[in-house]
């Protein structure tokens, strides 16, 4: 069975620094590229950031370059969004997904709540 | 950045009915398009992928249709566990980017 599960999340002071986890199962991780996609409290969603199978090449939103960086160890099966310079506006849950060809993430974890306040 | 633009924002339908849920895109995404449905306090499911793709175990009543800039998706005759909010997503450019949503809500 395919599963991730996040993890790393909670309150973080603004300007303050966090890293989540999200670790892979029942699949082959160094095959499929992941992403990290966000949602505020009652909002939509908001992708984040995306990883090759590699971890060659990233992406990121414009709303996080600069401030986050996305990585992986595939010999761990675990993905990272490690998050600096923390906002209010980072306040969410934030999931990791797994994508299949062409578009669709088709495996999400369960999320973890980030909640920037001091 | 590619914009999608969901309608309506809220649908009110009752069982059995057909759902017609709408995506524009800003621009040509070719058939980089999927259709999520999401559940108080759970993750998104992904229900589509590339235009009409139903992913693993999704019910045959869900279907994807469209091409370039406008997509639909189809629900032939809702079923009380349908009743969630559904997003479309491109893959077509960086960023990825979803729509606003639908909320699809019992009548």
Redesign the interface.
């Known amino acids: 069975e395919v599963q991730l599960l996040e993890s790393g999340g909670g309150l973080a002071q603004p300007g303050g620094s966090l890293r989540l986890s999200c670790a892979a199962s029942g699949f082959t991780f160094s095959s499929y590229a992941m992403?990290w996609?966000r949602q505020a409290p009652g909002k939509?969603?908001?992708?984040v950031s995306?990883i090759t199978g590699s971890g060659d090449s990233t992406?990121?939103?414009?709303s996080v370059k600069g401030r986050f960086t996305i990585s992986r160890d595939n010999s761990k099966n675990t993905l990272y969004l490690q998050m600096n310079s923390l906002r209010a506006e980072d306040t969410a849950v934030y999931?990791c997904a797994k994508?299949?060809a062409?578009?669709?993430?088709?495996?999400?974890?369960?999320?973890t709540l980030v909640t920037v306040s001091s | 950045e590619i914009v999608l633009t969901q309608s309506p924002a809220t649908l009110s339908l009752s069982p059995g009915e057909r759902a017609t849920l709408s995506c524009r895109a800003s621009q040509s995404v070719s058939s980089y398009l999927a259709w999520y449905q999401q559940k108080p306090g759970q993750a998104p499911r992904l229900l589509i992928y590339d235009v009409f793709n139903r992913a693993t175990g999704i019910p045959a009543r869900f279907s994807g249709s469209g091409s370039g800039t406008d997509f639909t998706l189809t629900i032939s005759s809702l079923e009380p566990e349908d009743f969630a909010v559904y997003y479309c997503q491109q893959r077509s450019n960086w960023p990825i980017t979803f729509g606003q949503g639908t909320r699809l809500e019992i009548k």
Do not use: P
């Not at chain 1, 939509?44 to 992708?47: C, K």
């Not at chain 1, 992406?59 to 414009?62: E, F, I, L, P, V």
């Open positions: 992403s996609v939509g969603l908001e992708w995306a992406y990121y939103a414009d999931y994508r299949i062409g578009a669709g993430l088709d495996c999400w974890g369960q999320g």
